[in-house]
């Protein structure tokens, strides 16, 4: 089954725009929930995470995400794009059911139009 | 600096040769793991390991082969029997039984089928 689903491989948003990358999870137990970012040829970089401490997660360069138990969600917002956001962004779960590894959704390319 | 490091960034590999991958860590992480990535597809899950001298199967696990000698170390070898090897790989590590704190990633190896 499939534990966290990012909708849409692709968004593109002008420079200066609001960027909204959607994400839910499928769990019965509020898992740990993460955002990370790839830029081209490299590593994966942690933008912020959920541990239960507060529902609004702020991260670095801007971003942050908004736990919704209701909806299972934990979609990622910036307000202004700025060109260097331009990457691939990665929506993971820790479930306690996997051992607590980490599940990494398809991932959404973030294109930014100037 | 505490990191990953992961070596070479580029390798390029013949029909039927065994390659291995290096990664080394310096965070004093108990939990090693190595993915393979694919477009569109995120990360998927080839081996982990949670402690020296111990290492469990991923979801992908065929045509791949680890080892954990040193805490420090958990190099990936790719055999000749992974049809298809041509993937961007990518290590990470954990602090054991610290599932809310996220991975930490090296730069990735790209390997190449030639």
């Known amino acids: 089954a499939q534990s966290v689903t990012q909708l849409g491989s692709h968004v593109s948003v002008s420079e200066g725009a609001l960027v909204l990358l959607r994400c839910n999870y499928s769990?019965?137990?509020?898992?740990?929930l993460f955002w990370y970012v790839q830029y081209p040829n490299q590593g994966l970089q942690l933008l912020l995470k959920y541990t239960s401490a507060a529902t609004l997660v702020k991260g670095i360069n801007g971003f942050e995400a908004e736990f919704k138990k209701s909806e299972t969600s934990f979609h990622l917002t910036k307000p202004s794009a700025h060109m260097s956001d331009a990457a691939e962004y990665f929506c993971?779960?820790?479930?306690?059911?996997?051992?607590?590894?980490?599940?990494f959704g398809a991932g959404t390319i973030l294109r930014v139009k100037s | 600096d505490g990191g990953i490091t992961q070596s070479p960034k580029y390798l390029f590999r013949k029909e039927g040769q065994n390659v291995t991958l290096s990664c080394e860590q310096n965070?004093?992480?108990?939990?090693m793991y190595w993915y393979r990535q694919d477009p569109g597809q995120g990360l998927r899950l080839i081996y982990y390991s949670q402690i020296v001298n111990d290492f469990q199967k991923g979801d992908i696990a065929e045509g791949y082969s680890v080892s954990r000698e040193k805490k420090e170390s958990f190099p990936l070898t790719v055999t000749s029997a992974q049809k298809n090897p041509t993937a961007f790989y990518l290590c990470?590590?954990?602090?054991?039984?610290?599932?809310?704190?996220?991975?930490?990633f090296g730069s990735g190896t790209r390997l190449t089928v030639v």
């Open positions: 990470a590590s954990s602090g054991q039984g610290l599932p809310n704190y996220g991975y930490t």
């Open positions: 965070l004093n992480h108990d939990a």
């Open positions: 993971v779960v820790s479930l306690m059911e996997y051992g607590n590894k980490l599940v």
């Open positions: 769990s019965s137990v509020p898992p740990y």
